[in-house]
């Protein structure tokens, strides 16, 4: 192994070990690095963001630090940061002993993470964000905080309560990580099959070619390879004489020709074709005496260009491929037209209930990144992500579910983790004072305007210093009883007194309704 990978692959490690780790501690009050700052290191999900919000997010400054990297030197994030992309190298080195890797000259499919691109960025114009579809950053933190920790927190859990119960061990190391990397209650999402799965199908497809992801899908990808098509500080390539194949053969992103050249903007920099020797002379026919053993020994790696042999050319995408299928791609978007395409989306109204601090409707879900973060931080578990209620283009945002948690009165987290201020960073008493919903009491099961039962769970409970509800004295089946009436003056809609009321069942006594 070469220092240079060598260096790669020490980096990889430390960077998804810093991020695993971030990922892990996110909770209410923050002990580590908040993580909203590794969302913001994406391009293509800043720019699309604020492309769709219609506003540019000051934190734009952190993804142009990766910017600089490719175009100074390539993807360097794709080879050496990406969680995902380290993820999907490790299975592939998993499985290498049991697949027989073989490359074909790069060929036109590569361009098809341009099209996604474009796709993309022409439907974050027309005001529609669904580049978290395929966003390795928010692919891996889905998986990682809606499927993977919920699912080893329970576990956890379960198995050191069955060593402490049955065994009298591990109270301590118990104690520890639940203070300070699990979390002390039982949490889970709807829908983590989803998240699981859109995370693990991209990892099999390395089965088929290695970092498939990267080279056919992946924004993140197409929009740092633009960046690279011709980078300031190039990798220097020895010359050989004859193509031998074996550096294309190891080449994760499918970038090296046949005759050894490389294309820039293909590239993930993952340095394993770097000072690549050739095991045998006769292999590049060439001859250069090693000074170690005065054995023959060369680089297949060349730098002359030979554009014959592949589809693309030697800087990657063309002007001439990029328009080309870029008219194409527009065109179908206006030929299905944009009224039927997102007709739903456009005229459904709000049936979730935002968190604290969500901008409107409209203008949250073209802002909101599905990175999971205010879920993942949610003190109650409350935050959950929603399907097609609020239409099409509002699948996998946060939205309340007062009955599996609420919102805390006193607590702001969510918005201090949103990395594109979809939800504001409220201070706790601008929180306090936001109107999420509106509380309704449902007389046909509410206990004492159904029953004539006295029940007052939901006036108890209600955070507001001066009780959004009140309590009225009437005759229910000839009793006196105290029955809830909400005002509507006070109600901020946290969703508690839903929570908290004993009528079972998915539909309760009183319940809160979005006022969007």
Known sequence: MNKLRAARVAVQIAAFAFIAVSFFLLSFPFKFANAKSFFLSSPSLVALAAVAGQHIIAAFLIALVFVALALLFGRVFCGWLCPFGAVMDLFAFAAGPFRKWGEAPPGKWLLSKYVLLLVFF????????????????????????????????????????????NHNLGEGLYYALRDNLFDARRISFGYSLSFFLFFLIPVLMVLCKRRFWCRYICPLGASLGLLS?????????????????????????????????????????????????????????????????????????????????????????????????????LAAIYALGRKKLFASSNNSAASVIRPPGALPEKQFKEACVRCGNCMK?????????????????????????????????????????????????????????FSMGLADVQHDLCVPWKDGISCIVCQEHCPVPNKAIKLESIVVNGNKVDVPVVDSELCIGCGICENKCPVEGRKRGIIVKPLR
């Open 377 to 433: 931080v949610c003190v109650t578990n409350g935050l959950q992500p929603v399907m097609t209620e609020s239409g099409i283009d509002g699948i996998w945002t946060p939205g309340m579910d007062n009955i599996v948690g609420y919102c805390e009165y006193n607590c702001n987290a969510c918005g201090q983790v949103c990395p594109t201020r979809a939800i504001e960073p409220l201070p706790i008493e601008k929180k306090t004072e």
């Open 229 to 329: 098509v011709k980078p300031a500080f190039p990798l220097k390539l020895t010359k050989c004489k004859t193509a031998c194949g074996r550096c294309q053969n190891m080449c994760r992103a499918n970038a090296i020709r046949r005759d050894g050249t490389y294309i820039s903007s293909e590239c993930v920099m993952c340095m394993e074709c770097a000072g690549l020797q050739c095991r045998q002379s006769e292999e590049c026919g060439v001859k250069s005496e090693d000074k170690a053993n005065g054995s023959a020994v060369s680089s297949c790696r060349i730098s002359t260009p030979h554009s014959s042999l592949s589809t693309l050319s030697s800087k990657g995408i063309t002007r001439k491929q990029f328009l080309y299928w870029g008219g194409g791609t």
């Open 122 to 165: 022409i439907l974050a114009v027309l005001g529609f964000q669904f580049v978290w579809v395929f966003e390795p950053v928010t692919v891996f933190s889905r998986f990682f905080y809606l499927s993977f920790f919920p699912f080893l927190n329970s576990a956890t859990d379960k198995f050191f309560q069955y060593l402490i119960m």
